[in-house]
């Protein structure tokens, strides 16, 4: 199963997010006391699908062939460009947990002692977890050539994405105020600003 070079490299850059960029702040996440929960039964359902999307069935399609049926095939150079894709999502989630350390949550919710966070890839984009995982859901169709394990993801994570994003906003203005506001004046919400007023 392994010896395909693109179910190979998936396999990386699953282990890395898991085991490198995910684990340590999960870790963390688990130490701290939630001060306001904001996340909703319906929230952690979607959570769960689209866990199963991103991770599961493409790890289903590497290790068995039990999807085989839905398999196309792309040219190699289109192959590589996902992995290139699945590269980058790699390097900006990396950017994200660090810069985020121990105010990182996997739910829609307010630590205790959580502070705003701009420096780093934040000074450019306000949700640079949600800019990775639209890397990886774009370069997952291309690694994972396989109509269900590739594409499913972007049929769970477009409408969380739609649904969520706003909500933590809306959070987040309510927990900082002016200071987030003024935040997001100068910062795109998963694209940096093209043009940056001066002050």
């Given at each position: 199963m392994l010896s395909d070079p693109l179910k190979l490299s998936f396999l990386i850059g699953w282990a890395i997010y898991a085991f490198v960029i995910y684990e340590p702040s999960s870790h963390?996440?688990?130490?701290?006391?939630?001060?306001?929960?904001h996340s909703r039964p319906l929230d952690i359902l979607?959570?769960?699908?689209?866990?199963?999307?991103?991770?599961?069935?493409?790890?289903?399609?590497?290790?068995?062939?039990w999807l085989d049926c839905a398999n196309y095939h792309l040219s190699w150079w289109a192959g590589w460009a996902g992995v290139a894709a699945l590269a980058c999502a790699i390097l900006v989630l990396h950017a994200a947990y660090r810069a985020l350390g121990a105010n990182w949550s996997p739910k829609l919710d307010v630590r205790e002692?959580?502070?705003?966070v701009t420096?780093?890839?934040?000074?450019l984009i306000r949700h640079p977890i949600y800019a990775g995982m639209w890397l990886w859901t774009v370069s997952?169709?291309?690694?994972?050539?396989?109509?269900i394990a590739g594409w499913g993801m972007l049929v769970l994570f477009l409408p969380l994405y739609l649904?969520?994003?706003?909500?933590?906003?809306?959070m987040l203005l309510q927990q900082f105020g002016e200071q987030y506001h003024d935040y997001m004046r100068g910062?795109?919400?998963?694209?940096?600003p093209i043009l940056r007023q001066t002050p």
């Amino acid at each position: 199963m392994l010896s395909d070079p693109l179910k190979l490299s998936f396999l990386i850059g699953w282990a890395i997010y898991a085991f490198v960029i995910y684990e340590p702040s999960s870790h963390r996440f688990r130490r701290q006391k939630v001060a306001q929960e904001h996340s909703r039964p319906l929230d952690i359902l979607h959570d769960m699908a689209t866990l199963v999307a991103w991770q599961v069935l493409p790890l289903v399609y590497v290790f068995t062939p039990w999807l085989d049926c839905a398999n196309y095939h792309l040219s190699w150079w289109a192959g590589w460009a996902g992995v290139a894709a699945l590269a980058c999502a790699i390097l900006v989630l990396h950017a994200a947990y660090r810069a985020l350390g121990a105010n990182w949550s996997p739910k829609l919710d307010v630590r205790e002692g959580q502070r705003l966070v701009t420096s780093g890839i934040y000074s450019l984009i306000r949700h640079p977890i949600y800019a990775g995982m639209w890397l990886w859901t774009v370069s997952q169709p291309f690694v994972i050539q396989n109509w269900i394990a590739g594409w499913g993801m972007l049929v769970l994570f477009l409408p969380l994405y739609l649904i969520r994003v706003p909500r933590e906003e809306a959070m987040l203005l309510q927990q900082f105020g002016e200071q987030y506001h003024d935040y997001m004046r100068g910062t795109g919400r998963v694209i940096p600003p093209i043009l940056r007023q001066t002050p």
